[in-house]
């Protein structure tokens, strides 16, 4: 198989297809989307027949357990994937919104309008359920959509792939709109990192590694997903409850996830006291701690906490926590150490709380909430296709809005330039 | 010289510095905008004595007339600096702009307020002037500023540069906040495009050579500035004298400039009376005409068009004409050739006009004007840094607004993450 040629065939009819999905009303994308709801549970049979396969496949690769758990599709998770992509049909269709309008003295009349960015090329590693959640967030906002994913889950993804790709079967619009790189082939993917003309933009979904990768090698656009060093700082004075349970709560809730806490920060002032009680609750939920050297005095035998701890996401029920002697010096570990994700103080000052919020330069900066709240449904934006810890076109939760760009469109009676 | 490390100490002293003009009030840096133009007037013999080194050398280096033209700082030119930013700091600064905001069912206060990127790094080949102008555009949306101008203009943009720095002296604002790589030596370059986690977005300004090159050595996002393809079609039915000032006004009025027409397009049913009109008019401004088969029947003598000037921005008095069936051809031509900068349609007819505005893929999209209102200032956005054909973060002109980004703020009273 000539993986160059494939990929550019690929590429080319995305960008061709791309106009009959930018033009589809709402009504004909949400039908869509129904259907193809409909089709992977009416298709569950072969979903499953497939997935066995990979999962035969990782075993005798030697895939972890936790692996192997991630790539199963059970009738649960085939239903859920239905459920998400019900669920996307029913957000407000992005395309067409007026952003913003006027007319100038001249009496142009300028509007920027939203509209669809074309091809949308996401790589991701995960679950086989982020290629329907992917591919609907991606036509919902009028986007053709390219996948490619995890060569332990191909199978499983080119099931999935066909029965979204029948959904579109005697509509206007053009099947290839959804397409799957269908070869595990590594060449694939630089291929479509510099498909300029023809991908507008690559999300990568996955670990450090994988990012990495794509953006030493993309010439278009990418939009990165990176890790999430998110800490919490308690100030002095703050509400000593509320600070424990938003703590507990933004490590212990759900370790593994991107906005989970890896970094404790605590005032010199309140460090005894917090540590005291904050410490008793770690150790039953079974985190471990690692301090600065004046934590590990208050807490005796904590692991210290090394240089590279502060910039590690751990993913797991580690804590790193260190004592600063006021909010600057907490703003200022965030800003060296974190990832810019998201980052909360827990304070009863208005004047930390300010600072806080001004400086702390992250998608998410928290007063009194836990960071895990960092997400597109949470913040009521309905779906995410991930959070972007880039500063460029979205930042934070990416919903549907953000899988848009717009067009200037101006009205005019013979206006010219002098 | 060890240009990494030059180069290092400049990206890592405009990150550092990125904070106290990210904090800046609109009446400091409006202040700080107005010393910088004084400090340009009253600096005028030292900018001009340092010009005339560069125009010596050009001179001995055998730069062209045009080019040594472009190069020259003049009394007048000056002053238009100085009034360019003066301009600038009149406008409203974007920073701390609330963009949306709402409560969500648990009580959390959630806000999207307007931030600067933080560290913006132009590279640029054009006149001495563009360092003054980008330099405000940055600083007055509140960030960091890194400038790389071209090699024959080192010394006018290194007196510039330290003109505009001494307006940081006395104040808050850390003066690395402007910062001028002062070196020709082209590795510099790789190292600011790749300065990932201290520079968060490039802006290459120049020719395709300048932006291919940093397209694919980037590793920070770029918001490239490509250039214009940009074609005229007019409709069957259209106001035929409306119709010959648009396109004569579109191609003769800048030739030179990126939203200037290149290619017309003209409806089957109207070729022949429009072309013959028109013809005329492009002889008698000296315009050169490449015309399709059907065009050189109308008008004998013509040099063909290729394949190749449908892809050419001439970005002179060169035009390409091409007889098109309809609209649909039209829009096929646009969206295959063009370079989705600016687009326009001259027509009566509803029809045409909505499809062309819907299915051109272009940054602006014209109904019965001229293309060459892509600008800043004409869409009434005051200034601009440039005209991006990227479709992520700015598309068409960008202005202050651009310059910036968002975080997520969101103020609780304790939630916490089921």
């Known amino acids: 198989m000539d993986v160059k040629a494939y990929v550019k065939d690929v590429v080319k009819s995305a960008r061709k297809a791309s106009g009959s999905i930018a033009r589809a009303t709402a009504e004909v994308k949400n039908a869509v989307l129904e259907a193809m709801a ?14 066995s396969l990979d999962l035969q496949a990782g075993r005798h690769a030697g895939l972890s357990e936790a692996m192997l758990d991630r790539l199963e599709l059970t009738d649960k998770r085939i239903e859920g994937m239905a459920e998400s992509i019900r669920t996307i049909a029913q957000l407000k269709d992005p395309v067409g ?4 309008g ?3 003295p001249n009496g142009l009349r300028i509007q920027k309008v939203r509209v669809p960015l074309g091809v949308i090329c996401i790589i991701y590693e995960s679950r086989p359920n982020v290629t329907a959640d992917a591919a609907a967030l991606c036509l919902k906002s009028g986007n053709a959509v390219i996948l490619r994913g995890g060569r332990e889950a191909l199978r499983s993804n080119v099931a999935i792939q066909r029965e979204l790709a029948r959904a579109l079967e005697g509509t206007d619009i053009d099947p290839k709109v959804v397409q799957l790189i269908e070869t595990t082939d590594r060449a694939a993917v630089p291929e479509l990192l510099t498909a300029e003309g023809y991908v507008d933009v690559v999300i990568p979904r996955g670990g450090k590694g994988l990012i990495r990768t794509v953006v030493q090698t993309a010439t278009v656009p990418v939009i990165k997903h990176y890790e999430g060093i998110c800490h919490t700082f308690v100030d002095a004075g703050c509400d000593m409850e509320m600070a424990l349970r938003i703590c507990e709560n933004a490590k212990c809730q759900r370790p593994g996830t991107c906005n989970a806490m890896e970094t404790l920060l605590v005032h010199e002032q309140v460090a005894e006291e917090f540590l005291g009680r904050m410490a008793p609750v770690f150790e039953e939920r079974g985190v471990e701690l690692r301090g600065c050297e004046r934590t590990c005095r208050i807490l005796p035998g904590l692991q210290p906490a090394t240089e590279n701890d502060w910039r590690t996401e751990y993913l797991d029920l580690i804590l790193s926590v260190r004592i600063v002697r006021d ?3 907490a703003i200022e570990h965030i800003n060296t150490y974190g990832s810019g994700h998201s980052d909360a103080i827990v304070t009863k000052s208005l004047r930390s709380a300010e600072l806080f919020r001004q400086r702390v330069d992250s998608a998410a900066v928290y007063v009194n909430a836990s960071t895990r709240f960092t997400d597109g449904g949470e913040f009521g934006l309905g779906a995410e296709i991930g959070i972007s810890t880039d500063k460029l076109h979205a930042r934070g939760p990416m919903a549907l809005e953000e899988l848009t760009t717009y067009k200037w469109v101006i009205a005019g009676d013979g206006q010219l330039r002098s």
Chains 1, 2 share one sequence.
């Open 38 to 51: 409909q089709n992977l549970l009416r298709g569950r049979d072969r979903l499953k027949e497939q997935n």
């Open 97 to 100: 919104g007026v952003i913003d």
């Open 102 to 104: 006027w007319t100038v």
């Open 327 to 329: 909010v600057h010096q």
